[in-house]
Every structure is written in C-alpha cells, then in structure tokens.
C-alpha cells in the first residue's frame, strides 16, 4: 500500500477512485483507537465510492503507519492528517470519523475549516463537553459493570476513559489466551466490534512501548469556544447505549446548526454493528434531507433534539414510535406498520 512521510512517522494510507467520474468531492474516513482503515473499508468504503472518491489511512501506529515514541494526542495526529491532505492535494472533503477519530478530525477543522465541506462524527467523546452538567446517568453502563465485576476485570465504567481501559482489558485476556465467555464477549462487543489478537497485541505494544498511553488520555485540545465557531454541515450520531452517548446529548447546546441522530439500542461501534443504517444517515446528510432541513410543527420548541428511524424491528415484528415518544406495533411486516401510520395521520404527523 502507498505511504507517505509525514512529521516524522510513516502514514500508510489507501485511495478509492469514484465510480461518478473524477469530479466526485472527496470523502475522508477516520478510524478509532485499537483499529485501522480496515474499521472502514468494506462495506463503507467500497459502498460510499459510488458517489465519492475515498480517502482510508491508518493513524499513527495503527495499522500499517509507524510507530514513534510520541505524537498521539488528537492535535498531534490532525497535523498528520492535514500533512497527508497536503501530499495527496486534497484542499476539501467531506469527513467521517469514528469515536477518536472524531477528536482528531475536530482539531484539525479548529485550525482548518476550510478543509471541511461537511463532517459526520459517530459516537466521539469531548473533553469539555464531557465536563458540563450530565443530563441522564449512563443506565446501560450499570448493565456492563455487573458483568464486568463478575468476570473480575478492574474496570469502572464511572471513569472518563473507560473505553480505551476496557480495550486494554480485553487486549489482555486475549494475549494471555484467556477464553473469553461468550456472555462477556456479546455484552462488549457491540461497544467494541471484532477485537481480533493481532489488534489487540498492537494496540498493547504502543501502549507499552511508547508515551501513547499518556498522550492519548490527556486532555483532547477542543475547548468549547473553538467548537462553537464550527459553522460547515455537522451530523452528530451516537449510539444509544454507548457511554459518549453523555456527549452528544452536550453537544445539542453547542451546535445548533448540526443534525443529531440516535441508533436506536446500539453501543458505541455502531457503524460497524448496523452499517446500512449509518450509511443511510450519511447520504441523507449529504443530500440535505434531515431534520434541521424539515419544517417543524406549530408550538415547537425549536431547540434540537436527537431523531431514529421512526419505523424498526424487534424478533421479527415491527414497530414505530410516534412524535409523542409512544411505541406502536407489533406489526407482521413495515408494509404493514407504514399504512397503519399513514392511515393515523395527522394523528402521528
């Protein structure tokens, strides 16, 4: 794969050329901690270049990039990302940034908005925003410490990285061939994806081998007055039981401008664990088709909120939630759920 030499380490990247024509805008995706450009490459990539030319890469010493001592806070690792856009002459794309990634993205647009013709952030966690006043108590965090106690893994979901901690935790079962049970591992992995041991060895060795560790648990570098100045297209997703959920529900005070959407019970690796759905949310950003575009009701607030699809399935049966937060179904089929709905309007409209 093609890399480039950027502030002292190597960044292994991977271009997609668009299926529309080399007029296409491009599109530049992040990946998270622990993971690489693979988090994005099938099917969002390989899906996305029907209408965009994409931009993967690893960042620094994930994946295939280098390894350095140091240079991994979010700061360090956007003026990777703006060295790269540099070298490949991308002067402007569109973004989508998963979990640290989103950080990463987030100083780079403080610095360079201009870079930015829109950007999707899922499910990042904010260092200033994370510090305002919660406006719920993570209730499926309660859930994950119970099975976390019982299996003996000092974690405390309370703590504010308790992600990456528990990524850690997990890195070492696996390389001290620990059978992991299958209640723990399908209680986490919506939180985490596919873990596998190579990811899990790498992720240990830069934390263990370099200042990684520290530099990735300091401070994020986004005060709130930088973040408020953001005015390109922002798309806010965040998963239901995902611990930065807290974030995002912030983040409806700081921009007001961005559209906001909840995947309904999902955890923090949403993209992955329900695709179609996070690329349906993308296109219709893209295409200027959610909610801060819509026309509301007469008598509301006017503030913003987080929207799912209204309509979706459990066991088999099928449901939708009306505009007053009531559960209606089950229904055989969505067939069946849409012309119930639309048989109720304006009741539901």
């Known amino acids: 794969m093609p890399c480039v030499e950027v502030n002292g380490s190597r960044i292994n990247y991977v271009q997609i050329d668009s299926e529309s024509g080399n007029h296409s805008e491009n599109l530049v995706m992040i990946h998270g901690l622990a993971t690489n450009m693979a988090f994005w490459y099938t099917p969002h990539a390989t899906q996305l270049s ?8 690893d960042l620094r010493g994930h994946g295939r990039s280098g390894v350095s001592d140091a240079g991994y806070t979010p700061s360090d690792m956007s003026r990777d990302l703006r060295a790269l856009l540099d070298a490949l002459q991308i002067e402007r794309a569109h973004f989508v940034a998963h979990s640290f990634g989103g ?3 987030l100083n780079l647009a403080c610095c360079d908005p201009s870079r930015f013709a829109s950007l999707v952030l899922a499910d990042t966690h904010i260092s200033s925003v994370r510090r305002l006043p919660k406006t719920r108590a993570w209730v499926y965090g309660r859930k994950i410490q ?3 106690n019982a299996y003996g893994l000092d974690v405390d979901v309370r703590e504010p990285y ?9 890195a070492h079962l696996k390389r001290q061939n620990i059978e992991i049970s299958q209640k723990l591992e399908g209680l986490v992995s919506p939180m985490m994806g596919q873990y596998s041991k190579r990811a899990a060895f790498q992720w240990l060795n830069l934390l263990e081998t370099t200042r990684a560790e520290k530099e990735l648990m300091s401070d994020d570098g986004l005060p709130l007055k930088s973040l408020r100045k953001l005015k ?3 798309l806010a997703m965040y998963g239901d039981h995902s611990q930065a959920m807290s974030t995002g529900e912030q983040l409806l005070k700081v921009w007001p401008h961005a559209d906001f959407r909840r995947i309904r019970d999902a955890g923090h690796f949403f993209p992955i664990t329900r695709p179609s759905g996070f690329m349906k949310n993308c296109r219709q950003f893209w295409n ?4 801060n575009k819509l026309p509301r009701r007469e008598g509301d607030s006017g503030k913003n909120y987080f929207r799912s699809d209204r309509f979706y ?7 939708f939630d009306t505009r007053e937060s009531t559960k209606e179904g089950p229904f055989d089929s969505l067939e069946e759920a849409e012309v119930y709905l639309w048989s109720k309007i304006p009741q539901y409209a």
């Open 162 to 170: 308790f992600g990456y901690k528990l990524l850690s935790a997990f």
């Open 232 to 234: 390109f297209p922002i």
């Open 146 to 148: 119970r099975i976390l």
């Open 313 to 319: 399935s459990r066991q088999g049966k099928w449901f």
């Open 288 to 291: 200027g088709a959610l909610i």
């Open 103 to 105: 950080a990463v993205a």
């Open 50 to 57: 029907k209408y965009h030319r994409i931009t993967l890469y």
